[in-house]
């Protein structure tokens, strides 16, 4: 097959910690030719759309790890599902692409929509993980708010009253950016800070912006669990550690990672997500779980496999390539 991965520059990668990189790895083993890209690249022109794009190397012992050819106009497939503008429709699958994996990382941006929107012309005839209708749909932090009965207390508001009461009707809370990731911007508030207010007033642009506040959950003390999903099915999970010095788990924090288990809070969630997951095409997806609740839903370009692999001894990248090759064989 051919795979395309729409991701961040080759400079980006972290052999050790990517989750891009660890998929070119797998596909690679399984045979597959590598292709990369990013959300720029995309066009689409005389009915079909393509990528600027280059073959892709993934060599652990090579520097740079991700190695790229140089470019070429990739053909993704007939746009629509008879290829609208063209005279003569070609059939479905004749595109070079196999498969389309999207895994920019966020802030979900104009680019980012804009990728999504060019995309979404060649979904009925090629593979496209996560689907771009599910990105757009799934807010990472919004998201959750569908699935009420397994997240903490939670409201969005960018009012600082309100934000102010709810706070102090919890105990604490914890501030999020909307379109935050990476723990960037995600402040605790607590009643009777002084800094409450400067808090409330920076996160909200003075009351422009609304952000998500949720019940702020001691046990994250006790790690933030990563669990990784394929197809609404659990590859396995994985604990992130806060240091002492601070309350957020994220890796790129400095929060390091222990090999965990799924409980029964954790298999309840997922049941509870999985047919929206499914019915939305998001495919590969990581949530965010602490102290049995659900608080985040990352969907642009989750990470963690490589934590998992090294902690379990499995590989679950091989088992997403083993996904796709099924996909694409049962579809074509």
Same mark, same amino acid.
């Given at each position: 097959m051919n795979i395309l991965v729409v991701m961040d520059g080759p400079e980006t990668v972290n052999a050790q910690?990517?989750?891009?990189f660890a998929l070119m790895v797998a596909a690679q083993a399984h045979g597959h030719s590598v292709w990369h890209c990013q959300a720029?690249? =995309?066009? =689409?022109a005389d009915g079909r759309v393509w990528a600027r794009a280059a073959r892709a190397s993934a060599d652990e012992s090579a520097t740079p790890p991700l190695q790229l050819a140089p470019v070429e106009r990739l053909d993704l497939g007939p746009a629509?599902?008879?290829? /609208?503008g063209l005279a003569s429709p070609p059939e479905a699958g004749l595109g070079a692409v196999d498969a389309v994996l999207i895994r920019t990382d966020p802030p979900f941006e104009s680019t980012y929509l804009h990728l999504t929107l060019v995309v979404e #012309? /060649?979904?009925?005839h090629t593979l496209v993980v996560n689907s771009p209708r599910g990105l757009r749909e799934a807010n990472e932090k919004l998201f959750a708010l569908r699935f009420p009965t397994v997240i903490p207390p939670t409201i969005v508001? !960018?009012?600082a009253a309100? =934000? !102010?009461?709810?706070a102090e009707a919890h105990g604490a809370a914890v501030l999020k950016p909307i379109?935050? #990731?990476g723990g960037r911007g995600v402040m605790a508030l607590r009643p009777g800070d002084s800094n409450g207010p400067s808090i409330i007033d920076t996160l909200t642009d003075r009351g422009r912006r609304p952000v998500m506040a949720q019940r702020f959950l001691p046990e994250v003390s006790e790690g933030d669990k990563r669990i990784l999903l394929l197809d609404g099915e659990p590859l396995g999970a994985i604990l992130r550690l806060p240091t002492e010095s601070d309350f957020r788990a994220n890796i790129c924090v400095g929060g390091t990672t222990v090999a965990t288990d799924l409980d029964d809070a954790d298999r309840r969630i997922i049941e509870a997500m999985a047919p929206e997951l499914r019915a939305l095409g998001l495919t590969f997806v990581g949530l965010d779980v602490v102290g049995g609740h659900l608080t985040e839903v990352n969907v642009t370009s989750p990470t963690g496999i490589r934590q998992l692999a090294s902690l379990t001894g499995t590989d679950p990248a091989a088992r997403v390539i083993e996904w796709i090759e099924h996909q694409v064989t049962?579809?074509?």
């Open positions: 910690t990517d989750t891009s720029g690249d =995309l066009e =689409l629509g599902p008879t290829g /609208v #012309h /060649v979904v009925h508001s !960018s009012d309100t =934000l !102010s009461a709810f379109d935050g #990731h049962s579809q074509g």
